[in-house]
């Protein structure tokens, strides 16, 4: 009996890709100045090791992980601090962050050019070298990379999986790193599977892609125990519990992790971070993200340093377009919508999205059909009209029962819901509340 490469729910959003899937890697001109926050990851902030005036020079540690879970963050410019303040973050709030002016080229803290083989480091060496890399997982939920690679006693871990998958809509810069880096991807999958021991992986990318699907099987011809799984297209394939399901036939159980059912899953920019943290013992200093959309007037794959600015970006891409209406830290499904583009790319920003008004625009919300059409396609299996419903009435414990926390705000309720019901924004704000009500309890 064949697999079913395939998970439960999903939709088809337009995919938007055009714009920039065949536009190679451009490296942007160093900015004059950078907004770091020590806050780019799930887990624990990292603490500040440098204050206002002091001088430091790439790839400087600027702060400190206090706990296990939590990595440092390191200078991305050569130059002056010039403070050390809570600024605009772009996933909201206001997150205290290290400003530097750069006041040269770079002048690197290490030597960054000579290379290690990974068959003269331990593996508690090679965790240590992506630990004090600052290595967060590079496809936008952050976690950090060395936490997901030490499994608890009792967990094994049997097969990995590389997710190129880039579901969300516009984005591509997975695309082109898959296409314009693939030795150095496969590179840091090695080195990923030495860590952890497995025999399996699996490298997952929807077959939206085939020139990377096509240039990835040619590099792998002759390695063992490595394949390329070209996916169907929809949407949220690259989301860790779906993906398993597709390429494994596996189930994460609810509140459970991908551990649980013995896989692990890691991005492929987060595989490309690896390999030149491991390698070269560089610190992730920047990274690859795909400006694009309507608003902007030359979509572009850029090649960028932590802490630039959005708006250093959409100028480096020749502007927005005259109808350019809402910028978003991310795709249109998942991502998150600024309030002006004077925040930083951080760790975690795969792509900045602007938008036209016609597209931007929100329309009016209706009251619910009861077509069950959010049901259909929620990859969780949950009731998000009934969880919405419930939050609106602020019967947050009974949301709670209906699988509040097991929702991974993918947007496809949203998507598809006739009545334009706002409900991914309904959940979010269920769980915010949720939180606040037990953690004062606590």
Same mark, same amino acid.
């Given at each position: ?6 998970? @439960? ?184 599977? @030495? ?12 077959? =939206? ?22 996916? =169907? ?67 572009? =794959? ?8 959005? @708006? ?10 005259? =109808? ?119």
């Amino acid at each position: 009996m064949l697999l079913k490469k395939s998970f @439960k729910g999903g939709a088809h959003p337009p995919e938007g890709k055009h714009y920039s899937e065949h536009k190679p890697i451009e490296t942007a001109p160093l900015p004059d100045t950078v907004v770091i926050p020590v806050q780019q990851h799930i887990g624990a902030p990292a603490e500040p090791i440098v204050k206002k005036g002091d001088y430091v020079k790439t790839g400087q540690p600027i702060s400190k992980a206090v706990k296990f879970v939590s990595v440092p963050c390191h200078a991305s410019v050569t130059g002056t601090i010039t403070a050390v303040e809570k600024r605009p973050h772009p996933l909201g709030a206001k997150v205290l962050s290290v400003v530097i002016k750069r006041e040269e080229e770079d002048q690197w803290f290490e030597d960054y050019s000579k290379a290690t083989s990974i068959d003269d480091l331990s593996v508690d060496e090679i965790k240590n070298r992506i630990q004090n890399a600052g290595i967060a997982g590079m496809g936008g939920a952050a976690f950090p990379t060395h936490v997901k690679l030490s499994p608890p006693d009792g967990k094994t871990i049997d097969i990995l999986i590389i997710n190129g998958v880039e579901c969300e809509p516009y984005l591509t810069s997975d695309h082109r790193l898959m296409v314009e880096k693939p030795d150095e991807v496969l590179k840091g999958i090695q080195i990923l599977q @030495k860590i952890v021991n497995v025999q399996k992986v699996i490298i997952g990318i929807e077959k =939206n892609k085939p020139d990377a699907i096509k240039i990835l099987k040619d590099k792998i011809s002759g390695l063992k125990n490595i394949s390329v799984l070209p996916l =169907n297209v929809k949407y949220p394939q690259g989301a860790e519990k779906q993906l398993i399901k597709a390429s494994t036939g596996r189930e994460v159980p609810s509140g459970g992790l991908p551990m649980d059912v013995g896989a692990l899953v890691h991005n492929v920019g987060t595989a490309f971070a690896v390999y030149e943290a491991v390698t070269f013992n560089k610190p992730l200093i920047e990274r690859i993200v795909t400006v694009t959309g309507e608003g902007i007037k030359e979509p572009k =794959n850029v090649k960028v340093r932590i802490g630039t600015s959005f @708006k250093y970006l959409v100028d480096f891409c020749n502007g927005y377009t005259e =109808n350019a209406s809402k910028i978003i830290n991310g795709g249109p499904m998942m991502g998150i919508a600024q309030k002006n583009d004077d925040v930083p790319v951080i760790k975690g920003t795969s792509g900045i999205l602007v938008l036209e008004k016609k597209q931007a625009d929100l329309p009016e919300e209706q009251p619910c059909i009861s077509c069950a059409r959010c049901v259909d396609v929620c990859p969780m299996k949950l009731l998000p009209s009934h969880i919405a419903t419930y939050v609106e009435h602020d019967l947050i414990d009974d949301a709670y029962k209906l699988g509040l926390f097991d929702c991974m705000e993918c947007g496809t309720c949203s998507f598809i819901c006739p009545s334009k019901r706002h409900l991914v924004q309904y959940i979010k704000y269920g769980k915010s509340q949720w939180n606040k009500k037990y953690r004062k309890a606590d």
